[in-house]
């Protein structure tokens, strides 16, 4: 069993910066990779980075490729996004979600999540 929670979300302004963690409870974090996903108000929820369980092979989406940057720190069981340059198109909820599958642009393959953490990005 993991335990997510993320944390860091709140309003910016477009062009900005913030970033987000997410922290694990329980047994072998380290094995999983972890992802980022968002849902903005009427739609669906969407990938939005992944990082193996090493760190070195991560995944964006093109909307967010050059702009957001996911890394992990194994030994702190956590996960972060770094989000630069922000767009209000940005806003949403966003979710960390762990998984054992390689098909990460996936949400029914992640075996835990967390509750999410809302980002408003501001013009």
């Known amino acids: 069993q993991v335990r997510l929670v993320e944390s860091g979300g709140g309003l910016v302004q477009a062009g900005g910066s913030l970033r987000l963690s997410c922290a694990a409870s329980?047994?072998?974090?380290?094995?999983?990779?972890m992802s980022w996903f968002r849902q903005a108000p009427g739609k669906e929820r969407e990938f939005v980075a992944a990082?193996?369980?090493?760190?070195?092979?991560?995944s964006y989406a093109d909307s967010v490729k050059g702009r957001f940057t996911i890394s992990r720190d194994n030994a702190k069981n956590t996960v972060y996004l770094q989000m630069n340059s922000p767009k209000p198109e940005d806003t949403a909820v966003y979710y960390c979600?762990?998984?054992?599958?390689?098909?990460?642009?996936?949400?029914?393959?992640?075996?835990?999540w967390g509750q999410g953490t809302q980002v408003t990005v501001s013009s």
């Open positions: 979600a762990a998984t054992n599958s390689m098909l990460w642009g996936y949400d029914s393959e992640y075996d835990y």
């Open positions: 329980g047994r072998a974090f380290s094995s999983y990779a």
């Open positions: 990082i193996n369980w090493s760190g070195d092979s991560t």
